[in-house]
């Protein structure tokens, strides 16, 4: 790529030289950089995109030693050790009864026909948005997260292989098929993996992942660890303390103690980290402070 193959129009409004092609006019989103090569694609949705590649230079740290734990969910899509709920946009109520309804005329359409492909390229469109929302809410994200902590610790989730289908083989069928699959759609839709993959590229060395064992049945304040203590999805209740706090902040500030919690908890009967039950009651060990 020469820097003469691209010219500026207006404020709005570029031109990028394509072989073959000729000048091509594109809505310019942010300042052209001075990059090596560039790509025009086609997505899904039938819009034409041109990306210009080029290496960003790292997000600096703020300097001031605090560290966030990051838990990510289908109900909340980041809990942060600060006590702040993030959830990543969808598809509006009227935009999901829409998608059903194209969905279902979609069903019934002849294949083949012009009806069926105009049926899909609505459908494209309208997943396209939430797309779009999801990749503007981890952007905005991981900037201000890069930005404000100088450590952001989240939980080793392999995310590729908790989204794997259960459908299984015809020889080996697989169980409960269907909940599976709204479980993968949930979490692909709050962007788990895409989350953590543009901090890494923002900040480099600066994102820490940790053994998510037990993160969300361990009291934050005590150290106790008891699986009954989730009295429901948002409410963490401590039976050996009676500290009470939402879970999700919960397992967080867990999380952002990395790897010195594991070794800071007992269990509600008083068993000791590596898993021995006796016959006393808990144990306050609390765990070392973090500055959130």
């Known amino acids: 790529m020469k820097p003469a193959d691209v010219r500026t129009l207006n404020r709005r409004w570029s031109?990028?030289?394509?072989?073959?092609?000729?000048?091509?006019?594109?809505?310019?989103?942010?300042?052209?950089?001075?990059?090596?090569?560039?790509?025009?694609?086609?997505?899904?949705?039938?819009?034409?995109?041109?990306?210009?590649?080029?290496?960003?230079?790292?997000?600096?740290a703020p300097g001031?030693?605090?560290?966030?734990?990051?838990?990510?969910g289908v109900t909340v899509s980041?809990?942060?050790?600060?006590?702040?709920?993030?959830?990543?946009?969808?598809?509006?109520?009227?935009?999901?009864?829409?998608?059903?309804?194209?969905?279902?005329?979609?069903?019934?359409?002849?294949?083949?026909?012009?009806?069926?492909?105009?049926?899909?390229?609505?459908?494209a469109r309208v997943k396209a948005r939430e797309v779009d929302r999801r990749k503007d809410w981890v952007e905005k994200t991981s900037t201000g997260l890069a930005r404000r902590y100088d450590l952001i610790r989240v939980e080793a989730l392999p995310v590729g292989t908790m989204t794997r289908s259960a459908r299984g083989t015809v020889a080996a069928p697989g169980r409960n098929v269907r909940q599976k699959a709204g479980l993968n759609r949930s979490i692909l839709a709050h962007g788990w993996g895409l989350l953590v993959r543009r901090l890494e590229q923002k900040a480099p060395g600066r994102v820490e992942k940790i053994n998510p064992a037990y993160t969300s049945q361990t009291c934050n304040t005590?150290?106790?660890?008891?699986?009954?203590?989730?009295?429901?999805?948002?409410?963490?209740?401590?039976?050996?303390?009676?500290?009470?706090?939402?879970?999700?902040?919960?397992?967080?500030?867990?999380?952002a103690l990395g790897h010195q919690w594991a070794t800071t908890w007992v269990t509600a009967r008083g068993g000791d980290a590596n898993g021995r039950p006796v016959n006393r009651e808990p144990q306050h060990c609390a765990p070392p402070p973090v500055d959130v």
Do not use: M
């Open 64 to 72: 001031t030693g605090t560290i966030v734990g990051a838990d990510r």
């Open 15 to 60: 031109e990028v030289r394509i072989p073959k092609v000729g000048w091509v006019r594109f809505r310019r989103s942010r300042t052209v950089p001075d990059a090596r090569s560039y790509r025009v694609t086609r997505d899904r949705a039938g819009r034409w995109h041109v990306a210009f590649a080029v290496v960003p230079d790292p997000i600096p």
């Open 222 to 255: 005590c150290g106790t660890r008891d699986r009954e203590a989730r009295e429901n999805q948002a409410v963490f209740r401590c039976r050996a303390c009676g500290c009470q706090a939402n879970a999700d902040v919960n397992a967080a500030r867990n999380i």
């Open 78 to 123: 980041a809990a942060l050790s600060s006590g702040e709920s993030l959830h990543c946009p969808g598809l509006r109520p009227g935009e999901q009864a829409r998608l059903v309804r194209l969905q279902r005329r979609l069903v019934k359409a002849k294949r083949g026909s012009n009806r069926r492909a105009r049926l899909r390229a609505r459908i």
